[in-house]
Structure formats: C-alpha cells, structure tokens
C-alpha cells in the first residue's frame, strides 16, 4: 500500500523537443541553414548540417565554422541566424505534425499526465508551428528565447520541469537527436529517443536514451513501457 500511496503522489510527466519529435521538421531546417550558409559563401555537405541539428543555432553555427576553418566572427553567426530564420520560414507552410502526435498529445491531456514542449528554435521560427499543435494555454512551452542556454546544456527542460513542477528524477525527455539525450542527462532525467529525426538506434543508445521508438504513434502504444498509465 505505501508504495502505491508514493506513486500516485510522485506522476510521470513527459517534456517533449518539437522539430523531428512532434513536427517532422529537420530537413526543412537542414535546407534552411544549407540556404543560409550558401549565401554567406559557405559550402558544406547537407550531411554534416544534419549532424548537428539539435543543437542550438549559436552553438550550431560555431560548430559549422569551426569545421570550414571560417574564422567565429559574431556579425557571420548573427547574419547566418537571420537568414536561417527568412530560409526556415519560406519552407515551415509543409512542416507537418509526426504520425500519433496530435493523439498523443490529447491523449496525455485526457489522462491528467503532464507534459510540456521545450525546443532549442527561437519562438520566430517556432512560434507558427506549435500554432499547428492546439496546444492548451496551461501546458508549459520553453523556446531558446526564454533560457541561457541551450541543447546540449540542460536549461531548456530544467526550465520546463520546474515549469511542470515535477521532480525530474519523475521525467521522460522526449527527442529525436543526441543533443537531446546529452541535455536530459544533464537535466537528470531519462531520455526517450524517436527515429524521426533521423539519428539511429545505436546513437541515440550511446547517448543515453532509455527507450527508442519509431515516432509519437509508435511511443503512444508503448507508454506503459515509461509507466504512463490512464
């Protein structure tokens, strides 16, 4: 009974990223920054783009130019943001939603378990999508405007989980890269990776994910796996 008793008190909550996690985002964000980094001059493999996505976009475009010997000037990594963004924006009208994520969400809802949103994207380039989402005015959603830093540095679901006022030892992170997993270690809490980004099995494993599946629906059907329960 008493161990019964501490589990009702102590729910599961579930902070979800948002770009290949809950919107099948991350090739127009891969196109986005390929755009941006041509028109600074920049020619770089769409495959090591990819690579860091997830990441937040300053960390990003250091990382990037690090790997073209550019030198990490601060007005390049702020006109490579700004025409990430006007790239991202000319793409986001065919981002759409992951299969089972409308279902999962509203499903979590019904329930009473909680959940949250916290994305490493600017709420410019994310605002439009979580539009897209129906999300409920009381579900906590953390954009990089709001922390100091973000992914792979925990800030963005710290302040999610404090938002949802949770232990976090009580939290899944939900995402679909490394930085994801990296950041919800940091965050001290389990993470559970979705193949929809396009990072593998054995990556995202390495990385610390406690759980992978293919997308939402496929998590939707497995939440008992993380004692989700109705």
């Given amino acids: 009974m008493t161990g019964d008793s ?6 599961v909550a579930l902070v979800f990223d948002l770009d290949g996690t809950l919107v099948d985002s991350v090739y127009q964000h891969v196109l986005a920054w390929h755009h941006a980094l041509l028109e600074s ?3 770089l493999s769409i495959w090591r783009i990819h690579r860091r996505i997830g ?6 475009t250091r990382a990037l130019l ?4 550019r030198d990490l000037d601060a007005t390049v990594l702020q006109q490579l943001q700004a025409r990430h963004a006007a790239a991202y924006r000319r793409l986001a009208g065919d981002v759409r939603p992951l299969p089972g994520t409308t279902q999962l969400l509203a499903y979590l809802t019904e329930i009473g378990c909680p959940w949250a949103i916290a994305t490493s994207g600017h709420l410019e380039t994310a605002g439009p999508v979580l539009e897209r989402l129906a999300i409920p005015p009381d579900v906590p959603v953390v954009t990089r405007d709001q922390v100091p830093h973000a ?7 710290l302040a999610a989980i404090e938002r949802l006022g949770v232990p976090a030892a009580n939290v899944y992170v939900v995402g ?16 559970v990776g979705l193949l929809s980004g396009g990072y593998g099995v054995d990556e995202l494993e390495r990385a610390g994910a406690y759980r992978v599946y293919d997308d ?3 998590l939707m059907a497995h939440l008992d796996e993380l004692g989700v329960r109705a």
Wanted: charge should be neutral; hydrophobic fraction near 40%; avoid cysteine.
């Fill in 6 to 11: 501490n589990s009702a008190s102590r729910p």
């Fill in 41 to 43: 001059g920049i020619e």
């Fill in 55 to 60: 990441m937040s976009g300053g960390l990003f």
């Fill in 66 to 69: 690090r790997e073209t010997g």
């Fill in 151 to 157: 992914k792979p540095d925990p800030d963005l679901f």
């Fill in 176 to 191: 679909d890269s490394v930085w994801d997993m990296l950041a919800a270690r940091r965050a001290r809490t389990l993470g």
């Fill in 216 to 218: 939402p629906a496929m």
